[in-house]
C-alpha cells in the first residue's frame, strides 16, 4: 500500500511540473489517508449488544455480582464474553457503554458499569413501594487501554421480587468503540 501511496504522490508532483512539490508532506498525507481508507474497508468494528434471556429472581443475586447477558445479538471485534459478563477491550480508545435494568412490582436494585473493578458509573431501578415497572439505564464513556475488562454488577442496595427481561422489557448491556 504504501509503494502505491508513494507512486500516487510522485505522478502528482510530475505530472503538474510543480518543482516546489513537498514530496514528504505530500507522502505523509496521502499514505495517512490511504491507511484510514484500509482501515474502514477491512470492515474492522468494535460493537456489541448483550440482553438477559429470563427475569431474574432477586433471591438469585448478591452485592457485587457480575450480571451476565446471555443473549449476544451483535460481537463485532469479540469483545463481549457471554459466559463471563465481561467484556475486554481487543484495543485502546474511547468506548461508549450502555446498561438498561427494569424492577418489577415492588423490586429494587443498584446497577453499577465497573472497569477492571473500579465503579465509573452507578444506576437504580426502583420500583421498591409501587406495583409496576421502573427501568433504569446509563451511558457511560470510558478510556480504555487494549486489555481493559468493563462488566455490570449488582450495587449496593437491592430486594424485592424479580428483576424484568422478557417479551414486555429487556435488560442489556452494550458497548461500542467511538475511536
Known amino acids: 500500500m504504501q509503494r502505491i501511496c508513494i507512486f500516487v504522490v510522485l505522478s502528482l508532483c510530475v505530472a503538474y511540473g510543480d518543482e516546489s512539490c513537498d514530496r514528504k508532506e505530500m507522502e505523509d498525507t496521502i499514505c495517512s489517508l490511504c491507511s484510514q481508507r484500509k482501515g474502514i474497508q477491512s470492515g474492522h468494528q468494535i460493537a456489541f449488544f448483550s440482553y438477559m434471556s429470563k427475569n431474574i429472581?432477586?433471591?438469585t443475586i448478591s452485592k457485587h455480582k457480575t450480571l451476565v447477558y446471555d443473549r449476544v445479538e451483535t460481537n463485532a471485534g469479540k469483545g463481549y464474553d457471554a459466559r463471563s459478563g465481561q467484556f475486554t477491550a481487543p484495543e485502546s480508545g474511547l468506548y461508549v457503554f450502555h446498561t438498561s435494568t427494569t424492577a418489577l412490582?415492588?423490586?429494587?436494585?443498584?446497577?453499577?458499569?465497573?472497569?477492571n473493578g473500579q465503579v465509573k458509573d452507578?444506576?437504580?431501578?426502583?420500583?421498591?413501594?409501587?406495583?409496576d415497572?421502573?427501568?433504569?439505564?446509563?451511558?457511560?464513556?470510558?478510556?480504555?487501554?487494549?486489555?481493559?475488562?468493563?462488566s455490570v454488577r449488582v450495587g449496593l442496595t437491592y430486594g424485592g421480587n424479580l428483576l424484568e427481561s422478557n417479551q414486555y422489557t429487556r435488560m442489556s448491556f452494550?458497548?461500542?468503540?467511538l475511536s
Open 57 to 59: 429472581p432477586i433471591n
Open 105 to 115: 412490582d415492588k423490586s429494587h436494585s443498584t446497577i453499577e458499569v465497573v472497569k
Open 122 to 131: 452507578i444506576s437504580w431501578a426502583d420500583a421498591m413501594d409501587h406495583n
Open 133 to 150: 415497572r421502573a427501568v433504569a439505564s446509563t451511558m457511560t464513556i470510558l478510556s480504555l487501554t487494549k486489555g481493559d475488562i468493563v
Open 174 to 177: 452494550s458497548g461500542f468503540k
